[in-house]
């Protein structure tokens, strides 16, 4: 007999401009029925209709929360613990980008944040980043569109959401340029710059990690296999562990100066060596293609 724990919920937040309507629509793409901009006093109404539903389409369903409603509160976690008290499991996603971007993003669209009133931009943003604080803190997820094209996010939740069981961990090892800054959703943050930077080989420094010259050269430094095999074994041997907590997805970044070379390698063969050891892994690079 189906329990409301087997109803796949989704519930998407995150600030004015960060881009939840196309996190919304790659859901729609792995086949979630999206609800938009419902107000926060519906979502256990909302799971119970998607239960109700059977195995039908509502069964997998995003709930997308927007401050625009007349109808937010800043009680997010309190509508979390109401579904999780109805016997529903949801996941919530925090979508998330440096204030500097999203001015960027509405300055070229000549929109005014929703929260700005007769304020700058900037004091709009504040504003939404201290009524959501609660529901950044209660994200089982939070991606950071701010170098990710609307292609590129569009992915990350199709890998995120689609295929696999989503009860199980899903890894993603991130590889980042550390002069770009640190990311912000990650969980673990692996510094690959004590290994010899390809940069200075003149004959590897217009390639990537992603090329068999600069991988072959990065994994024979010496120290590199062990240090991918010591973290890959770490994350392999806690994941279980992680998945009875209820954490399904965990981001391991990686970093070296710019984001190109040898972290590019790192993450290629760390995110191998953890789909070997039966986990759910993917690789992705934000600041490859910034030099």
Known sequence: M??????????????????????????????????????????????????AAGAGATRQTAMVLDVRSRAFSTDLTGAIQALRDKGFHPRVVFVDADDEVLIRRFESVRRSHPLQGDGRLADGI??????????????????????LNVNQLRRRVEELFGGEDARRLRVTVLSFGFKYGLPPDADFVLD????????????????????????SYVLGQDGAIDFVASYA?????????????????LTVAIGCTGGKHRSVAITEEMAARLRDARLSANAQHRDLGRE
């Open 233 to 249: 074994g770490l994350i392999a041997a806690t994941a279980s562990g992680f998945e009875r907590e209820g954490k399904r997805y």
């Open 126 to 147: 504040a504003a939404e980043r201290k009524l959501l604080e609660d529901a950044r803190d209660e994200a089982d997820v939070i991606i950071d569109t701010s170098h």
């Open 192 to 215: 690959a710059r004590f290994l010899p930077n390809p940069y200075w080989v003149p004959e590897l420094r217009e390639f990537t990690g992603r090329d068999e010259a600069v991988s």
């Open 2 to 51: 189906a329990s409301r724990s087997d109803t796949s919920l989704v519930v998407v937040t995150g600030v004015s401009g960060g881009g939840r309507s196309t996190v919304a629509r790659a859901l729609e793409n792995v086949g979630f029925y999206v609800v938009d901009n419902l107000p926060q006093a519906l979502m256990v109404d909302m799971a119970e209709l998607a239960f």
